[in-house]
């Protein structure tokens, strides 16, 4: 279903400017609808209800919580926007709106008019329609009241059976496990997380829980939970029978409609809305996991956090549109990171044209890239992937995929996104944190601001405060704080060939220069060589060769979008040319400086050769000693001033050799 045109709203009139405007949940899309319209200048009062009698609170952190390792104070993290010009109603459940008068009623009686309204009712837990659903003993995962009677309940359980093999019900069956509880998983699917990993990158999450402790049933369908008043057991699909004590459920979410649909908006799956978050009333406004654009419901933080701020946007008066953007997990499951976005299930490989796989079995790294006309538009990746973002960008961009990167990802398991570069060398329009959505160039508004520790900026922006993924793009944003060492990926290639090049150069420059013979008899190899004029011509040749495809490659620094492959593959490409360049003009000239001419193009050449071995040693140690990188930002500077003489001097030579 095509979305309807929207347009901005227009000024209230005077008699509703001290109406308020209400946002109903403060659960990550309502708080994050209230911390866009501050950041936007709108002091408009606001009153923000909360179903739950808890504080806001992170919901993806919630399983951390249920295995005892965080506490509730680290889920709960206040803006600052929550400022006195907000009134927070915690525990205050709205249960009626009444869109032609405009005022919602809350579950106390009390009824309050607003101006706009925003709803961001969230989802409530779906729990599929199994005969003993109702039993005493059955408890469900979705909120803290959810996981606060699991943490009392996996005391006394001897065996729970988990149903569903979603993030949340992997999560609680680690969970429960811990504490000595035989715990059995069933997955109606062919592989745990099927709309979030594929096959392979499920297999290892499935051993990983299963090397945990945790009984895993694939394609295992429930058919009844048995019982009379308690839960006793639990019958599958082939009529077999798991005795039990606990059922849990983690059956998937269905979005909150209903208070919406009795005040007469349209629903369907979801609330619908246009592509400026406004329902069907242009009063009132609904986003995250209750609202539905087009055929769509967000299930993810990260669209739901994008609709926010595109509410927010409009509500102060902006015309901006929602632009769904390519679906992405990025999910810690146990000790594994898992990441994946766009086409990359087993289901939609029909859809791509080719894909890429890098394994490393040791260190428990999978990463697949999906290519169709050259492009990646999709990947799955477990393990650690300090590159993810840049790959999700890539996706994003449509950036053509090319043969050189494909051959780099197969062997590194990188396809060379310029993964040196730091972060604030990134163009303004890179999203850096995926979640909220924040650009490196709204990041930078921070740092001009003075907010330059990564703790601050986190805290001011709301970056990292999700998921924690793009928690070391901060730290390189900021400088490298954060970290006491940091690799620099090529750094170690180019120290060494940096080493062997200086080794060469100043054996070479230390040995003393063979005594010309005094007759054609006693000439050495070398010195026969060496005065034969074709050999002179050629290695002149190569020298000149070598010499002008280092120029050209130090353009790729200037011109980013070249299309010559990572930046780090390039310069190590280039420090390799450049020892070639050396042994070459060794073989050309022995390293003897001559005289005029001669002695200034040797010096220049010599002296780009020092000057970049010192550049690349430093790039080397920079990733440890991070004073060092003005070190190297020097010699870099200085490495491009002495190559400038060095086309004249190379043009004179020439004309000097050939002409006169």
Known sequence: MEARQFFPDSEIPQSETERPLIIVGNGPAGMQCLVELRRRGVTTPVKLFGQEDWAPYDRVKLSTFLSGSTGFDDLTNLPAELDANVEHLVGRAIIAINPARRWVEDSLGQRHH???????????????????????????????????????????????????????????????????????????????????????????????????????????????????????????????????????????????????????????????????????????????????????????VMPALQQARVAAANLAGEAVSYMPVADSTWLKVLSLEV???????????????????????????????????GRVVGTVSVGPWPERQQVLNRIRDGKRLWPWQVGRFVLTGNPGDSNDQSVGQWPTATVVCQCRG???????????????????????????????????????????????KRS?????????????????????????????????????????????????????????????????????KRFPGLPMGGFSGWRIAHAALGAMALALLYGHTGFSLGDNLN???????????????????????????PAMGRLRQGSTWLHILVCWPLPALLVFHILSAYYF
């Open 114 to 300: 607003y101006g706009r309204l925003v709803l961001a009712l969230g989802s409530e837990a779906h729990i599929p329609g199994i005969p003993g659903a109702e039993l005493s003993g059955v408890l469900r995962f979705r909120d803290m009241d959810d996981a606060q009677a699991l943490m009392a309940r996996r005391l006394r359980s001897t065996h729970t059976v988990v149903i569903g093999g979603g993030l949340l019900g992997i999560e609680a069956a680690h969970s429960l496990c811990r504490f000595g509880t035989k715990v059995t998983l069933i997955q109606h699917a062919d592989r745990l997380m099927n709309r979030q990993l594929d096959s392979e990158a499920a297999d290892m999450v499935a051993d990983n829980l299963a090397s945990a402790g945790v009984d895993v049933r694939l394609l295992a369908r429930v058919k009844r939970v048995e019982g009379v008043e308690r839960v006793e057991g639990v019958r599958l699909a082939d009529d077999q029978l798991l005795p039990c004590d606990t059922v849990v459920f983690a059956t998937g979410i269905a979005p909150r409609t209903a208070l919406a649909q009795r005040a007469g908006i349209t629903v369907a799956s979801g609330i619908r809305v246009n592509a400026g978050m406004q329902t069907s009333n242009p009063y009132i406004y609904a986003v995250g996991e209750c609202a539905q654009f087009q055929d769509r419901v967000c299930g993810l």
């Open 339 to 373: 990441f994946s976005a766009g086409l990359f299930s087993d289901e939609e490989r029909g859809l791509v044209h080719r894909t890429l796989v890098y394994r490393d079995r040791e260190k428990g790294i999978y990463r697949a890239l999906m290519v169709r006309t």
């Open 438 to 484: 924040l650009t490196r160039g709204q990041l930078q508004e921070y740092l001009d601001r003075g907010v330059t520790a990564v703790t601050d900026l986190k805290q001011a922006s709301g970056a990292a405060t999700v998921c924690g993924g793009c928690e070391p793009l901060l730290d390189s944003l900021c400088g490298g704080q954060g970290a006491a």
């Open 488 to 556: 620099v990926p090529g750094g170690r290639s180019l120290a060494i060939i940096a080493a062997l090049s200086a080794v060469f150069l100043g054996v070479a420059l230390w040995l003393p220069p063979p005594m010309p013979a005094t007759s054609v008899l006693e000439m050495g190899f070398f010195e026969l060589v060496s005065r034969n004029p074709l050999w002179r011509q050629w290695s002149g040749y190569a020298v000149l060769i070598a010499s002008l495809l280092l120029l050209l490659m130090s353009l790729k």
């Open 599 to 625: 002695r200034w193009l040797m010096l220049s050449f010599l002296g780009v050769g020092i000057v970049g071995m010192t550049a690349a040693l430093l790039t080397r140690l920079q990733g440890s000693v």
